[in-house]
């Protein structure tokens, strides 16, 4: 018992190690901006469409499903859109967008470092003087920053689109009165809470799986064991971050 | 006097000692070879020589400066006058062959793009591949990515040449041409070079100097001349089971 937890203290100091050489031994900003705007590409374009995919349906099924629950003559239908749009703003959009992001983006970081680990290009770096952790994650990280609220933005008006566009087709409620239940609930603070959840998980994202590429050790078994656990160790910091955050700001 | 000179290095990866107290003068502008059965604690030797892995104990001097007490400006300078050829090659996946060879001038000159230009085309044509700027490291054999390797290693002029098995896993005429060209690259450019490898044919090739590493410890040291007339019994015992398996003593 007492070797897991040493083993897990000791991931957790060699993590906050690595966050704080990653904040150190800046060279050119010129240098990290190209950098940037490759990670932002990586990050945000190449995830919209999947983003998209899922977002609409989540949409779709939380108001088909929520349709199904609220049978009472006496529940109006625009209720069904307070629902779907609340949960969407909440929880549905920061936290499955984010989920689904720690499988594309995570594994991919993880396994894009890990492969720089064992073919030495990460010493390379250090050899010619250049701080790795900073090249390799800071820029990712900054990306992330700005890419994963935008993405969830994005999912939540995607999700409402599926909503609505699945109400309508069920019949279980029409565009109207979907934007008239959406309204009534909404509070600007809801989209702030998701604004902040979506920047603490995409933090986690990219740090996890970071950390994971980084200290990978071995070859390209280790690589895609370290992708695996990177993606599981930030869906589950994902969820207790959630749960902390829903605790502490609502 | 030599400007490059290790004292007492001593390193240990849990209850294994892998380096015993090293001590060796390496002669300017040579080839300074490092050989010894695999395993036997050569690489790990090089690595603390450039800063990847810590020593527990021991000194390391570039000039009159002691590496491990460097002040952060004083080691980057020591690495920006340092070039590393790795056994892998490690050239960066994502970066085209040019832009390989060409980032240890973005990051350490102020060189324009004409000049970096240049400067890769002529360290390309030195390791005899002229026009390959555009390919990525995926498009080229072992041998070639070596090549690329060594012209990374030069484009900063380098006063000292690090080389970790740079033939290991070419064919015999590719590994000659590659020791070859190491030996008119330290002549070229009067680079103080260090290869590690346990091949005894680039030992008669390239060995002005030679250390010999047996189980952490260094049991002969002496020049290549001096390799070639001593008799196989007046070597350490060590010493001689690997020179006969070698083919240099029948």
Not at chain 1, 215 to 227: F, H, I
Not at chain 2, 63 to 90: C, D, H, V, W, Y
Not at chain 2, 198 to 208: A, F, N
Request: aromatic share 10%; with cysteine.
């Amino acid at each position: 018992m007492r070797i897991p937890l040493i083993q897990a203290l000791e991931a957790v100091g060699t993590y906050v190690l690595l966050l704080r050489r990653t904040f150190t031994g800046l060279l050119h900003w010129r240098l990290y901006w190209q950098l940037w705007t490759q990670e932002f590409l990586i990050i945000g374009r190449d995830s919209i469409f999947l983003v998209a995919i899922i977002a609409f349906f989540v949409g779709a099924v939380t108001t088909v499903q929520t349709a199904y629950q609220l049978v009472s003559p006496f529940i109006p239908k625009s209720t069904i859109g307070a629902i779907v749009s609340t949960s969407s703003i909440l929880e549905l959009a920061p936290t499955i967008t984010s989920l689904v992001l720690a499988g594309r983006v995570g594994s991919n970081i993880a396994s894009q470092i890990g492969s720089m680990r064992v073919s030495e290009q990460i010493d390379a770096l250090e050899v010619m003087g250049i701080n790795s952790a900073t090249y390799l994650i800071l820029p990712k990280l900054l990306a992330g920053l700005v890419a994963f609220p935008v993405l969830v933005i994005y999912s939540c008006v995607i999700s409402h689109v599926g909503g609505i566009v699945a109400g309508a087709f069920t019949g279980a409620v029409n565009p109207t009165q979907f934007g008239i239940g959406a309204r009534s609930f909404f509070e600007d603070f809801q989209v702030v809470f998701m604004l902040i959840k979506a920047v603490t998980f995409g933090f986690i994202i990219i740090t996890v799986s970071s950390y994971h590429g980084y200290y990978v050790r071995g070859g390209a078994l280790e690589v895609g064991a370290s992708s695996t656990k990177a993606v599981v160790v930030s869906s589950l910091m994902i969820l207790i971050a959630d749960y902390v955050l829903a605790q502490l700001l609502l | 006097m030599s400007d490059l000179r290790i004292e007492h290095i001593r390193k240990r990866f849990g209850k294994q000692e892998v380096l015993k107290g090293i001590s060796f003068t390496f002669d300017p502008a040579r080839v300074n070879m490092i050989i010894g059965p695999s395993g036997c604690g050569k690489s790990v030797l090089l690595k603390c020589m450039v800063g990847l892995i810590e020593p527990d104990s021991g000194e390391i001097y570039y000039g009159s400066i002691n590496f491990r007490k460097a002040t952060p400006e004083q080691r980057r300078e020591i690495l920006k006058n340092l070039g590393m050829l790795f056994q892998s090659s490690a050239l960066f996946d994502s970066m085209s062959v040019g832009e390989n060879v060409a980032f240890p001038m973005r990051i350490f000159t102020k060189s324009t793009e004409s000049e970096i230009r240049d400067r890769v085309a002529y360290c390309l044509e030195r390791v005899g591949l002229p026009g390959i700027e555009d390919k990525y490291p995926a498009q080229l054999s072992g041998g070639m990515k070596r090549r690329v390797g060594l012209a990374r290693a030069i484009v900063l002029n380098p006063r000292y040449l690090f080389c970790d098995e740079p033939n290991s896993g070419l064919d015999p005429l590719t590994a000659r041409r590659i020791d070859e060209l190491i030996q008119q690259l330290t002549e070229d450019f009067h680079t103080t070079t260090i290869v590690v490898t346990h091949d005894m044919r680039s030992v008669q090739i390239l060995g002005d100097k030679i250390l010999f590493i047996y189980d952490g410890e260094a049991v002969w040291r002496g020049s290549r001349k001096e390799l070639q007339e001593t008799p196989l019994d007046e070597f350490p015992a060590q010493l001689r089971g690997f020179l006969q398996a070698s083919g240099l003593y029948a």
